[in-house]
T-cell receptor, first 119, second 109 residues
């Protein structure tokens, strides 16, 4: 099956620094990638949807300037948490699919997540 | 290789039927198994299972984990059209989540 990887798997940083998380589709071209936050025992919160070559679409309440998303190629999307603070500590999970955006029941493949801890 | 496999991939049933969705996992340092329902934007949390043999229930949904068989099932009784969704399971190792590709359930009136 299709594989999505994330790097790094975990990162610890100081408050005020920026952290970049990569999401890669390893054996397919991901037209659309999604970024989620995962809180313990809670639903995944969709942060943004990114389509290759265009600007990401952010969900309401998600700060665009704080969570920078770049989907520069069909196999790579990056999420940069700028000026990270302790409340940004969370699991960040990406998913990818080879269909254009416009949500439907199309299959999507999840990455393993990145655990961010901001001290 | 760590992986989670769900079956069936898709399922079509009539209202009132009972369905059983399967999830098997092979991961190192397994901690818990999570079930989600995905309808529109983001997966909605259903259950987290850590102990083998203890059933968790929420209304018409129930789930149980079998650590010996490295699997879990999600049961939905008296299905309704509103149960139509993709059901995802994920194995949590504490550091990473391994998601299955989901079971697409369609409930016909």
């Amino acid at each position: 099956g299709a594989v999505v990887s994330q790097h790094p798997s975990r990162v610890i940083c100081k408050s005020g620094t920026s952290v970049k998380i990569e999401c890669r589709s390893l054996d397919f071209q991901a037209t659309t990638m999604f970024w989620y936050r995962q809180f313990p025992k809670q639903s995944l919160m969709l942060m943004a949807t990114s389509n290759e070559g265009s600007k990401a679409t952010y969900e309401q309440g998600v700060e665009k300037d704080k969570f920078l998303i770049n989907h520069a190629s069909l196999t790579l999307s990056t999420l940069t948490v700028t000026s990270a603070h302790p409340e940004d500590s969370s699991f960040y999970i990406c998913s990818a699919r080879d269909q254009p955006s416009g949500f439907s029941y199309n299959e999507q493949f999840f990455g393993p997540g990145t655990r961010l801890t901001v001290l | 290789e760590d992986k989670v496999v769900q079956s069936p991939l898709s399922l079509v049933v009539h209202e009132g039927d009972t369905v059983t969705l399967n999830c098997s996992y092979e991961v190192t340092n397994f901690r818990s198994l999570l079930w989600y329902k995905q309808e529109k934007k983001a997966p909605t949390f259903l259950f987290m299972l850590t102990s083998s043999g203890i059933e968790k229930k929420s209304g018409r949904l129930s789930s149980i984990l079998d650590k010996k068989e490295l699997s879990s099932i999600l049961n939905i009784t008296a299905t309704q059209t509103g149960d139509s969704a993709i059901y995802l399971c994920a194995a949590d190792t504490g550091n990473q989540f391994y998601f299955g590709t989901g079971t697409s359930l369609t409930v016909i009136p």
